[in-house]
């Protein structure tokens, strides 16, 4: 059997958390509109008769402004020395910003062999994607080029097989059925934080961090309570609208996709609190699990 760790790494918002999920064929990482929505790393293990990929989500590689900011940015390119095979996601010409070409820069320094992967080809005409294909081919990075969309599972399969054809025989790390690592507390604590970023639509999402106080499984039920953190008392009124009405919906939306992962009942309680600039605070981010305490 032939195993290995693959990296995921990408600017933000380019459908890195997307491309594990279509690739695994379950969610374990969750998808927003928004960019930086991925803030830890997440392990998605996807295991054939013939191989064992574990996947690793990163968040998004941008220049930091927190601390929060900071340890995402490092915990990505921390992926480049530990893994086996690193795949770059773009979803447009190294000439679209300064992150594509930063990235493959650092990129062009590291032996791991390294795929480029054009995500989103749904939304690109031939010509389009030929550009993007022949600048990035240009630059001699890469061990191999491919053209997907995450979102419409096109080139999937052809994805991993390429990726496959690459790894080493090895061990199973994990057994044949598990999707993930983490455990549920933490999929709990990101399904919530899922709904904040899909419910609130302007600068409260990242200023958002959900800790999970209670997690007691019953013989039919699941009992959670969660606290919302926000950095502003003005914060906390938006998160929880008029008459509760928003908080009601990021529960209730939560609620049920919890017990799709669960297999039960959930019963789910949410508080929201204030934590002044918890993005720049160390304590605050080692509570949250972003970091290791000091």
Known sequence: MKTGFIGI?????????????AILGEKVSITADKPQTTRNTIRGIYTTETAQMVFIDTPGIHKPHSKLGQYMTDSAIGTFREVDLILFLVDGAPDKGPGDNYIAG?????????????????????????????????????????????????????????????????????????????????????IIREKILHYIRDEVPHGAAVEIESFREEEKLTRIGAVIYCEKKSHKGIIIGKEGKKLKGIGKSARKELEALLGCKVYLELWVKVKENWRDSDLALSNFGYKDQQ
């Open 106 to 190: 650092m990129l062009s320094k590291v032996d791991t062999p390294k795929f480029l992967v054009i995500n989103k080809i749904d939304r690109m005409e031939p010509d389009q994607f030929k550009a993007i294909y022949d600048a990035y081919e240009a630059m001699e990075v890469f061990d191999g080029i491919y053209g997907t969309s995450a979102l419409e599972g096109k080139n999937i399969g052809k994805l991993c097989s390429a990726i496959e054809e690459n790894l080493q025989e090895g061990p199973m790390y994990f057994p044949a059925d598990m999707v993930t690592d983490h455990p549920e507390r933490f999929l709990a604590s990101e």
């Open 9 to 21: 790494v990408g600017r933000p918002n380019v459908g890195k958390s997307t491309l594990m999920n």
